[in-house]
C-alpha cells in the first residue's frame, strides 16, 4: 500500500528515508489511472524521443519485461515482432501506467541503468542517466549518497527475487502536470505562491528483481495533491512546516524551494 502523506511528513527533522515496505509488482503496475495511461501513449505517440532510452546490450532486459507483461497479463498491442529495443520499450510504455526503469549490476556489483520508458519525470532526462551506475545518478542530488548511498546499495544487493518493495518521493510544484522534463521548461514556484496553484507530487516506487534473479524492475508512479488540501490536516502541516523548516539549503535549492521557503514556512505554520 502507498505511503500516506502523514508518513511522508513526520513529525521530525528532515533526512533521507530509507523506509521500504513490502509490495507487489504486479499489483503495483496495474492500471489504476486510465487517464494517466492515456497521456502517457500521447507523449509516447508524439515524439518519444525523450521519454525512451537503452544501452545496446539492453535487449534480453527488455524481453524480460515483456515476459513479466504476459504473466501480469497486462496486453501489448500485437504489433509484428520487432528487434528494435526502442520501439519495443514504446511498446512497453504504451502498456503500463507506471514509468518503467530497467537495471543491471556489473561484475562490480553497481546497478546501471540499462532501459527505461519515463514519460513522466520530476525535472530529470533519462537521456543524460542512461547507462550509468545508480550512484552517479544519485550524484545529482546533495547528500543522498553521502546519507544512504550504502544503504541502498545494500538493500539492491540483497533484495530476494520474487518479493518487492515500495518507497515514494516528495517534491512540490507549480503545476500538476504529470510530465516535468526539463525540455519542457514547465513553470516553478516563484513568489507570490498561491497554495491553490501549488502541488504536493508524490512518486510512489516500486523495486523488484527481474525473472532472471539479478536485474532490477523500478517503476514509478504519480500522486498530485494540491498542496491547500494537503495542510488542511494539522498532522501533515506540522510534519511537513518541520520538513521546511530542516530542509538544508543545497537540498532546498535542487528542489526548487529556495525562493519559495519563506512562503511555505509561513503558509503551513501554527
Ligand atoms: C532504495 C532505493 C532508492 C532510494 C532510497 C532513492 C532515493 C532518491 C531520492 C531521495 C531522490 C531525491 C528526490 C527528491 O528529493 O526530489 C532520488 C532521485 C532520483 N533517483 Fe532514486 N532512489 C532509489 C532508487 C533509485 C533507482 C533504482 C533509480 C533508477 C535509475 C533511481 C533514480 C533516481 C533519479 C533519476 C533521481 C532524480 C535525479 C536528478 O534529479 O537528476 N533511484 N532518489
Same mark, same amino acid.
Given at each position: 500500500m502507498a505511503f500516506a502523506l502523514k508518513e511522508l511528513f513526520p513529525d521530525q527533522d528532515f533526512r533521507f528515508q530509507l523506509?521500504?515496505?513490502r509490495s507487489d509488482a504486479r499489483e503495483f503496475f496495474r492500471l489504476r489511472n486510465p487517464a494517466a495511461l492515456a497521456e502517457r501513449?500521447?507523449? +509516447?505517440?508524439?515524439?518519444?524521443?525523450?521519454?525512451?532510452?537503452?544501452t545496446r546490450d539492453a535487449g534480453p532486459l527488455v524481453e524480460q519485461m515483456e515476459t513479466l /507483461?504476459?504473466?501480469?497479463? $497486462?496486453p501489448l498491442s500485437s504489433e509484428?515482432?520487432?528487434?528494435? $529495443?526502442? @520501439?519495443?520499450?514504446?511498446?512497453?510504455?504504451?502498456? *503500463?501506467?507506471?514509468?518503467i526503469l530497467l537495471l543491471q549490476p556489473a561484475s562490480s556489483g553497481e546497478f546501471i541503468l540499462k532501459a527505461g520508458v519515463v514519460c513522466f519525470p520530476s525535472w530529470w532526462a533519462l537521456a543524460e542517466k542512461i547507462g550509468l551506475p545508480l550512484d552517479v545518478i544519485h550524484g545529482? $542530488?546533495?547528500?543522498?549518497?553521502? @546519507?544512504?548511498? /550504502?544503504?541502498i546499495s545494500s538493500f539492491l544487493t540483497k533484495l530476494k527475487p520474487g518479493l518487492a518493495y515500495e518507497r515514494s518521493n516528495w517534491g512540490i510544484a507549480a503545476t500538476p502536470e504529470l510530465n516535468l522534463h526539463p525540455s519542457l521548461s514547465r513553470p516553478r514556484l516563484r513568489?507570490?505562491?498561491?497554495?491553490?496553484?501549488?502541488?504536493?507530487?508524490?512518486e510512489d516506487q516500486i523495486l523488484s528483481r527481474m525473472p532472471d534473479g539479478e536485474s532490477l524492475l523500478f517503476g514509478i508512479d504519480l500522486r498530485i495533491i494540491p498542496l491547500g488540501q494537503a495542510l488542511d490536516d494539522p498532522a501533515?502541516?506540522?510534519? *511537513?512546516?518541520?520538513?521546511? +523548516?530542516t530542509l538544508p539549503a543545497d537540498l532546498a535549492d535542487y528542489k526548487g524551494l529556495t525562493l519559495v521557503l519563506p512562503e511555505l514556512l509561513r503558509l503551513s505554520a501554527g
Open positions: 523506509t521500504l515496505r501513449r500521447r507523449w +509516447l505517440d508524439s515524439d518519444c524521443t525523450p521519454y525512451v532510452a537503452a /507483461a504476459a504473466a501480469w497479463n $497486462v509484428p515482432p520487432t528487434t528494435d $529495443v526502442r @520501439s519495443r520499450l514504446i511498446r512497453l510504455g504504451r502498456a *503500463f501506467e507506471p514509468d545529482a $542530488v546533495p547528500r543522498l549518497n553521502a @546519507s544512504i548511498g /550504502a544503504g513568489p507570490p505562491l498561491d497554495p491553490e496553484k501549488t502541488w504536493i507530487r508524490i501533515i502541516r506540522k510534519g *511537513f512546516h518541520r520538513a521546511m +523548516l
